[in-house]
T-cell receptor, first 113, second 115 residues
């Protein structure tokens, strides 16, 4: 079936460095993409989203890039902090899916002090 | 952002009993809510779509008689795990889209342990 997947299950970065988390999606009908952060024992927390008519969107310390040609999504975190340590999920919403989200497998980000 | 709450945050029950989990949108109305299940070190899997005033829509492979969903009001959806068994032990999370946007906010999750 169609799915959203990630290239790296675990990413370890030095505090202060930039982090890049990648995601591949396969549903060409998806028109909305979201990144969520999930800390242990908690629900996912919205980070940033992007629609398919854009290729880049910036937030506070985060940037999401969308490459529709290769069906690739990435999350960039600038100046990574210990509080950024968590599991990050990308999710896609296929067009006309009534807000359903399909989640990727997740990447664990570990920030070294 | 919008706030979604869940109750209880964790529950332990005996095999064969039923457990009800509540999902509430605290500062907005939600005609649609979603229920997910997450096993340890895995991603979220959509179980069903809860629709206010109508029947829930279940994803393929999810037993509707096992996981009863009731969307009684615009701010409350409940998930009842009936005749729970140890394999039902999981982290159950609900979400709701805000208004007519795609942005979904998630509850804090409910940890269910079936002995």
């Amino acid at each position: 079936g169609e799915s959203v997947g990630l290239h790296l299950p675990t990413l370890s970065v030095q505090e202060g460095d930039n982090s890049i988390i990648n995601c591949a999606y396969s549903n060409s009908a998806s028109d909305y993409f979201i990144w969520y952060k999930q800390e242990s024992g908690k629900g996912p927390q919205f980070i940033i989203d992007i629609r398919s008519n854009m290729d880049k969107r910036q937030g506070q310390r985060v940037t999401v890039l969308l490459n529709k040609t290769v069906k690739h999504l990435s999350l960039q975190i600038a100046a990574t902090q210990p509080g950024d340590s968590a599991v990050y999920f990308c999710a896609e919403s296929p067009m006309d899916s009534s807000y359903k989200l399909i989640f990727g497998s997740g990447t664990r980000l570990l920030v070294r002090p | 952002g919008a706030v979604v709450s869940q109750h209880p945050s964790w529950v332990i029950c005996k095999s064969g009993t039923s457990v009800k989990i509540e999902c509430r949108s605290l500062d907005f109305q939600a005609t649609t809510m979603f229920w997910y299940r997450q096993f340890p070190k895995q991603s979220l899997m959509l179980m069903a779509t809860s629709n206010e005033g109508s029947k829930a829509t279940y994803e393929q492979g999810v037993e509707k008689d096992k996981f009863l969903i009731n969307h009684a009001s615009l701010t409350l959806s409940t998930l009842t795990v009936t005749s729970a068994h140890p394999e039902d032990s999981s982290f159950y999370i609900c979400s709701a889209p805000v208004g007519r946007t795609d942005t979904q906010y998630f509850g804090p999750g409910t940890r269910l342990t079936v002995l």
